[in-house]
């Protein structure tokens, strides 16, 4: 399998945003989530459990010379089952990919909501 495009659902200042529903993904490694042309700083991710029993969302490390503090390695959080877990903003020098994305890995399927912050609140 490959990994599922997750699109942004953008907050709006000074108004409402009805709840997204999500983006389903596959899990193992290599699958999961990924959220393109990421604004890593301005990204908040909302992981949800509905699998049956307790799991992990990984957001990957990137890699130079994009990330430099890649080196800090990956951040497991764990999502109990009927749970969610809401993730970031995370840092663009330690997570951004080469080509410009976040990617998220899960351990059972998950769905996996990107919200962005706009930068003028």
Request: charged share 10%; no cysteine.
């Amino acid at each position: 399998m490959a990994r599922t495009s997750v699109p942004y659902s953008n907050l709006v200042p000074n108004s409402s945003l009805a709840d997204p529903a999500g983006t389903a993904v596959t899990s193992g490694a290599g699958n999961g989530g990924q959220v393109a042309n990421a604004f890593a700083e301005l990204t908040l991710l909302r992981v949800s459990n509905a699998s049956g029993g307790s799991g992990t969302a990984t957001v990957l490390a990137g890699s130079q010379p994009l990330a430099i503090a890649s080196g800090q390695g990956n951040l497991a959080v764990t999502v109990a089952n009927s749970a969610t877990q809401w993730i970031g903003p995370v840092e663009s020098g330690r997570f951004l990919q080469n080509d410009g994305s976040l990617i998220v890995e899960t351990s059972v399927a998950m769905t996996v909501t990107a919200f962005k912050i706009p930068r003028n609140t």
